[in-house]
C-alpha cells in the first residue's frame, strides 16, 4: 500500500515567521510531488509542484524534495494570517497514480 | 481561463435516493478526475478520464457509483442508490495530458446524506 504521511496538526506558526510544513512517501520510484492548500470549505488550490532534489522557491514560498530520505516539505516565509489553511501533499508514485496525505492544518497567529 | 466548473454546489438527499453531478473541465484539458473528500481527508480518487476513457476506476464502488464522459468533455457523476457514508464533497479536477501535470479543482460539491 503506497503511502503519504502527513502530520495533522494544527501546526501554530506566529505571523511574520517561517512555517514548515512536512510529508513523507513511501513509494521510491516517486517521480513528481505536489503541494495544494485547501481552506476551510473551498477546494484544494495549487501553490507548487517539484520534480527534482532540491529546493524550488516561488515567492514566499519553498519546496524541498529529498529523494533519498523521502521527503518533501513546504516552507512558508514571513507567514501571514491568509496563509492559515490546510495543506494537502500529494505524490504521483511510480505506478503513475496520485497519492494524497490527508494535510495538516496551519493556523498562523497574528 | 475559466475554471472548472461544477453543479450543484450542494445537494441533500435521504438515503437510498439517487443523486448526479456535473462537471466542466478547463478547455483543453483532456484529463478529468472525480474526488471524494471526507472531512478531515484527502481526496479519494474515484475516476479518472483520459478524453473519453477510463484511465483508473480501481477505487469506484461499481455497485452505486457510475461516471461517463461520454464526448471527451464534460462528465457526470451519480450515486444510485445513496448511503448515510457518502456524504462528504466531491470534487472534480482537470489537467493537461501528460504524466506530470497539476491538476486544477472546481469548487466542489457538497453532498449531505440524511
Known amino acids: 500500500q503506497k503511502e503519504v504521511e502527513q502530520n495533522s496538526g494544527p501546526l501554530s506558526v506566529p505571523e511574520g515567521a517561517i512555517a514548515s510544513l512536512n510529508c513523507t512517501y513511501s513509494?521510491?520510484?516517486?517521480?513528481?510531488f505536489f503541494w495544494y492548500r485547501q481552506y476551510s470549505g473551498k477546494s484544494p488550490e495549487l501553490i507548487m509542484f517539484?520534480?527534482s532534489n532540491g529546493d524550488k522557491e516561488d515567492g514566499r514560498f519553498t519546496a524541498q524534495l529529498n529523494k533519498a530520505s523521502q521527503y518533501v516539505s513546504l516552507l512558508i516565509r514571513d507567514s501571514q494570517p491568509s496563509d492559515s489553511a490546510t495543506y494537502l501533499c500529494a505524490v504521483k508514485g511510480s505506478n503513475y497514480q496520485l497519492i494524497w496525505g490527508a494535510g495538516t492544518k496551519l493556523i498562523i497567529k497574528p | 481561463e475559466a475554471g472548472v466548473a461544477q453543479s450543484p454546489r450542494y445537494k441533500i438527499i435521504e438515503k437510498r435516493q439517487s443523486v448526479a453531478f456535473w462537471c466542466n473541465p478547463i478547455s483543453g484539458h483532456a484529463t478529468l478526475y472525480w474526488y471524494q473528500q471526507i472531512l478531515g481527508q484527502g481526496p479519494k480518487l474515484l475516476i479518472q478520464f483520459q478524453n473519453n476513457g477510463v484511465v483508473d476506476d480501481s477505487q469506484l464502488p461499481k455497485d452505486r457509483f457510475s461516471a461517463e464522459r461520454l464526448k471527451g468533455v464534460d462528465s457526470t457523476l451519480k450515486i444510485q442508490p445513496a448511503k448515510l457514508e457518502d456524504s462528504a464533497v466531491y470534487l472534480c479536477a482537470s489537467s493537461l495530458a501528460g504524466l506530470d501535470q497539476p491538476q486544477h479543482f472546481g469548487d466542489g460539491t457538497r453532498l449531505s446524506i440524511l
Open positions: 517539484i520534480y
Open positions: 513509494d521510491r520510484g516517486s517521480q513528481s
